[in-house]
């Protein structure tokens, strides 16, 4: 297993939050368009006090699938804000965990007319199930995305496994995230 770390440069133009962001959407696009499934992504920055992912993005997976992500140039509008390590194997001794997206069910009305939906609900008995007080919120980092189908934005929330000594097989997403596939985490 090989990684290679894009950092963010400081610009006095746009935050760090504002950059990640718009490089997440380039490698997301990237990573969907090759349809790659073996890239896995890490934040080594990831703190929740104060919650953020940093200012890293580290890309984890085979030396030929990272060196192959890098010749499709998704990198393009990108390069004045970045600064790339060349591919390197990960250390031996590193730790894994997983990285995963949590979605909060925030959305009282929404949650509302899907129980209308599915289960043919009044107004009335919708919201005596899914009260106004039902709504979640996460205390998680996360970065900031554009949908390509609606076009809003919205906050890709995401936790962290537990640490585990070996690595754990798995597909990752477009995100390259996974919930059961492990990343070194050093």
Do not use: C
Request: charged share 20%; hydrophobic share 40%; aromatic share 6%.
């Amino acid at each position: 297993m090989h990684y290679m770390d894009i950092h963010l440069r400081p610009d006095p133009e746009f935050p760090s939050h504002q950059l990640m962001g718009a490089l997440y959407a380039k490698l997301h696009k990237a990573l969907a368009q090759i349809q790659n499934t073996a890239i896995g992504v890490s934040f080594p920055g990831y703190t929740q006090s104060p919650r953020t992912v940093g200012g890293t993005l580290r890309l984890v997976g085979p030396e030929a699938e990272l060196t192959g992500l890098l010749a499709h140039n998704w990198l393009t509008g990108m390069r004045d804000h970045t600064t790339l390590t060349p591919v390197a194997p990960v250390p031996r001794d590193a730790p894994h965990r997983t990285l995963r997206r949590v979605q909060a069910k925030s959305s009282p009305a929404r949650l509302r007319r899907r129980q209308m939906r599915r289960h043919g609900l009044t107004d009335t008995q919708a919201l005596e199930r899914v009260p106004d007080s039902a709504v979640e919120t996460l205390d998680l980092p996360f970065v900031m995305l554009r949908s390509t189908s609606t076009g809003q934005r919205f906050p890709l929330f995401l936790r962290l496994g537990p640490l585990v000594p070996a690595p754990q097989a798995g597909v990752f997403n477009t995100y390259g995230l996974s919930h059961s596939a492990t990343v070194p985490w050093f």
